[in-house]
């Protein structure tokens, strides 16, 4: 088992969002997976992974930890991977975690098949997000996991013989892998 204790959580902005001196108040919470197979040649550029959850806001000006999961790698080349997220408020999306480019985040971690590695990795990524303009309660959000790459992989084919058309793969058929997202509602 773990523990972990902090005295004062922040959010990315450096806000105190909770300290020793109050008492967090979880208002709701919702989680959301998918096995859908998701292939894609995208490099340095989050996409939607197909998983996603919609909440309605119970309260006014919350806060929301959010936590995601995925299983993805490459037939060839290296495969360095992130995890990101977005949220949608009606037609409005924002990237709350994820960096796009050269200079972004997407080469977290990898998930190629140079030898002595297998292709795939497990991905964790957790963030807490307070919006930047109020937010009022009765609220429909979306959140949505997103997935990256920043290596391009060289055309190859893969020990089976079927051409490597894709640079990466979430949810690989036949493996039963998932992904997941979670989303915990909490008032600030």
Known sequence: MSVIKANE????NG????NTNNRIKFL????GESTQQVLTNLTREYYDISTSVSLTTVGENSSFFISGYG???TYTGQARCNLGFSVTNGSTTTRI???DGVNGDSWGSDG????????????????????N????????LTFNLLGARYDAAPAGTPSGGTPDLTNQFWNLSPYGHNTTITVMEFAA
């Open 9 to 12: 959580i922040q959010d990315l």
């Open 15 to 18: 806000n105190v969002i909770l």
């Open 28 to 31: 709701q919470v919702v989680s």
């Open 71 to 73: 299983a993805t790698g």
């Open 97 to 99: 975690s994820g960096v």
């Open 112 to 131: 190629g098949r140079l030898p002595p590695y297998f292709p795939g990795v497990i991905l964790n990524r957790h963030t807490l997000w307070t919006p």
């Open 133 to 140: 303009t109020q937010l009022n309660s009765n609220v429909t």
